[in-house]
C-alpha cells in the first residue's frame, strides 16, 4: 500500500504563486507514475500534469501549461506542483495521484489517491 498526503494549498490572490506538495509512504519501491489532478465547481477530475517515474517525462494540460511545473524529489519520495500565475479558474481541489504502472491523464487508472488540498484563488 502507498499512502499520499498532500499539503500547501490555500487561498491567494491572482497573479500569485502556490506550491503543492505530495509526500508519498509505504511499498513506494521502485519509481512511482505520479500525478496531479483537480477538480473545481464542474465536477469533473481533470489531470493537470503528470510525470513518468521511469523516464522522468512530463505533460501538463494546455489550461496549465507554462505556469505550473511539476517536480519530483525521489529522495523524499515527494512530488511537487508549482503554480504561478493563477488565475480564479484554477480554484480547484488538487489531488495528487500515484500508480506503478501507469503515467497518463486518465485518473481511474490510478491506484493511489491523496485526500485533496484545496487552492482557492481570488479575483
Known amino acids: 500500500q502507498v499512502q499520499l498526503v498532500e499539503s500547501g494549498g490555500g487561498l491567494v490572490q491572482a497573479g500569485g504563486s502556490l506550491r503543492l506538495s505530495c509526500a508519498a509512504s509505504?511499498?513506494?519501491?521502485?519509481?512511482?507514475?505520479m500525478a496531479w489532478f483537480r477538480q473545481g465547481s464542474g465536477n469533473v477530475r481533470e489531470a493537470v500534469a503528470y510525470?513518468?517515474?521511469?523516464?522522468?517525462?512530463?505533460y501538463y494540460s494546455d489550461s496549465v501549461k507554462d505556469r505550473f511545473t511539476i517536480s519530483r524529489d525521489n529522495a523524499k519520495d515527494t512530488v511537487y506542483l508549482q503554480m504561478d500565475s493563477l488565475t480564479p479558474e484554477d480554484t480547484a481541489v488538487y489531488y495528487c495521484?500515484?500508480?506503478?504502472?501507469?503515467?497518463?491523464?486518465?485518473?481511474?487508472?490510478?491506484?493511489?489517491w491523496g485526500q485533496g488540498t484545496q487552492v482557492t484563488i481570488s479575483s
Open positions: 495521484a500515484a500508480d506503478p504502472n501507469y503515467s497518463g491523464p486518465r485518473s481511474r487508472l490510478y491506484r493511489y
Open positions: 509505504g511499498r513506494t519501491g521502485g519509481t512511482l507514475d
Open positions: 510525470m513518468s517515474g521511469r523516464r522522468g517525462s512530463t
